[in-house]
């Protein structure tokens, strides 16, 4: 048997970019070994690639992983007992090597955009409660940290308002989760994010926005039809598994890359455009059922659509043909809708003020003039 020759050195394994410590031995074979990994080669079989000394780089002829040191002496050495270890792969070697890295990515791109959608529709239903709601305080406490820790907004008078209104919401809605938790923020953006769970978070701004109780409830009830078709847990899976496809392309399998996609998600809410108007009809029957005004939610976003240049509202833009989406909910809510009310103004009044006076103040004031820019956001 030869002199045995050792060196640090890092092993790839073609798949990902993440290089794994491993000690390089030379004997009548090169031995590849580390954490959880081993590997063999023929010194016949070896193959040197193009590289600046001292650094050698080697692998077996034929396969993607490669092993690279900077041992001098053990590169020496491997010179002289592999006598084809600069021998070049021919271009048709090289070629099939390409076009097969190609492909392995195009089908992770193929799967990732029309795959993963259809295997996070048939997971949800496999997504048991306990584990849903464990995945929405897990969740929540990421969205809070990527919006700067807002504070609570625990006014007594406003919560207790609120408090009622979503019990009256949940109790005209059987089918959503068992434990349904409104939370509000102290934010300068108007929006509302639906979690696994049923969780919903409030950002005030949304609160100072509505011009009435039936605007702010209507918008509620929208994302609770999100939680009861569930959504979010829904969306978190598509983003999550799409994360870690990319992950699997860039060499990033540290769990990053999704945990980052997965808090991003939420935020974005960016669901489908059957999605939003399942989550509209579902809005409007829930407050026909509560004794709300259904077309309240048409009428926010409409003043919506025509303050589109308000940088406040740019998360209600994303969404999908606002217009349109409000000629639906019209026509669902029907005309008696109008004289509904789901709170009385006094209710709304501590409603607003939920956060402290100065969300009430603001909501109180007539809207200043907006300056219309070019936007590529399309409407909700």
Known sequence: ME?????QGRYFDGVSARPHPVTVTLTDRLAVSGPGLR?????????????????????????????????????????ARCPDLHRHESRGGMLRLVLWSIAAGL???????????????????????????????????QVVRLLGDPPLCADPAGRAVLDALVARLAGAA???????????????????LTLPGGRIVVLSDLIAKARSADEFAGV??????HAAL??????????????????????DLTGSTVIVAVGQAALSAGYSRA????????????????????????????????DEGDDDL?????????????????????????????????????????????????????DKPRRRRPSSDTPL
């Open 3 to 7: 002199e045995a020759l050792t060196a």
């Open 220 to 225: 509620l009830a929208h994302e609770l039809g």
């Open 174 to 192: 059987p089918d959503l989760p068992r434990d349904v938790t409104v939370s509000v923020r102290r934010n300068g953006l108007a929006n509302a």
């Open 39 to 79: 590997r063999d080669w023929n010194l016949l079989d070896l193959r040197a690639a193009e590289t600046v000394p001292p650094l050698t780089r080697v692998g077996a002829a034929g396969e993607v992983a490669r092993v690279e040191f900077s041992d001098e002496a053990l590169a020496a050495a491997l010179a």
């Open 107 to 141: 089908s992770v791109l193929l799967v990732a955009v029309f795959g993963v959608p259809v295997l996070a529709r048939l997971a949800v239903p496999l997504v048991p409660d306990a584990a849903e709601t464990r995945l929405g305080r897990a969740v929540e406490d």
């Open 314 to 366: 740019a998360f209600l833009r994303s969404h999908p043909f606002t217009r349109e989406r409000a000629a639906a909910i019209r026509a669902l809510a029907g005309p008696e809708a109008e004289g509904m009310r789901i709170l009385p103004d006094a209710d709304w009044a501590s409603l607003r003020a939920i956060c402290g006076p100065g969300v009430a103040e603001d909501a109180a004031k007539p």
């Open 275 to 306: 999605a939003e108007r399942a989550a509209d009809a579902y809005a409007v029957a829930l407050m026909g059922r509560a004794g709300g005004n259904g077309a309240a939610l048409a009428v926010i976003l409409e003043r919506i659509a025509r």
């Open 230 to 251: 569930r959504d979010p847990t829904r969306s978190l899976i598509q983003a999550s598994a799409t994360s870690f496809l990319l992950s699997l392309v860039l060499g």
